[in-house]
């Protein structure tokens, strides 16, 4: 049976307790935490930056899972690293040359993700995948919380599971957006072996954090 692992979104935390909301995201099984950072640039929406991320750094040892929706993107990908991000996701929308940047997030030892928008195709990273970690494939159009979830996605996660397949490489296929208890086994069979969640996590079952991972975990 194929591991999920979870990255619940702090977008649907309560920024007071920011800190308490990730030692309670810890305690119930995450896998990772997912840092959405927003420019109000590249999307409409601001939310945070490095110093929130390393004052929150010292409250768990996961793995920052942090999602740079930031153009230009390139100058700040260090900032991010030194603020203890361990996982740096990117658009190639959002930089002017993708394998400079790639290469620029493996020489600070983290790990690398690119993202895909609903509407960008897969080609665009072909000729990466080998080079990468992980791919995050966007199943709403980046910006807020608590959006519904875009189903045409499915067949973009079924293509890159191909590709991966056939290339015998080793990514992984992270979901972001909308995902819930209803679909998050469509997107698994699709390939997804990483789940981000945020208003399923922290508001189903009263706010039963352990108790919705492991349902999201469990499909």
Request: glycine share 6%; aromatic share 6%; net charge neutral.
């Amino acid at each position: 049976m194929k591991k999920i692992k979870i990255s619940p979104s702090i977008l649907s935390a309560d920024f007071s307790q920011l800190g308490n909301e990730i030692k309670r995201l810890e305690e119930g099984g995450a896998d990772l935490i997912h840092v959405d950072v927003m420019d109000g640039h590249f999307v409409p929406n601001l939310t945070i930056g490095p110093p929130v991320i390393k004052a929150l750094r010292k409250y768990s040892n996961i793995p920052f899972d942090v999602h740079l929706m930031i153009s230009p993107v390139h100058k700040y990908i260090k900032d991010y690293a030194d603020a203890g991000a361990n996982i740096i996701t990117i658009h190639p929308e959002a930089t002017t040359n993708l394998m400079e940047s790639i290469d620029h997030i493996k020489k600070l030892n983290k790990k690398v993700g690119v993202s895909l928008n609903p509407d960008t195709e897969t080609n665009i990273i072909i000729d990466y995948l080998d080079k990468i970690d992980l791919v995050l494939i966007m199943s709403v159009f980046p910006g807020f919380g608590g959006q519904k979830f875009i189903p045409e996605v499915v067949e973009k996660i079924k293509q890159l599971n191909e590709i991966k397949k056939r290339r015998n490489l080793s990514f992984d296929i992270e979901v972001d957006g909308g995902i819930n208890f209803s679909n998050s086994k469509t997107v698994v069979n699709a390939g997804a072996n990483i789940l981000v969640s945020g208003t399923t996590i922290f508001k189903e079952n009263n706010g039963d954090i352990k108790k919705n991972i492991n349902i999201l975990k469990s499909v």
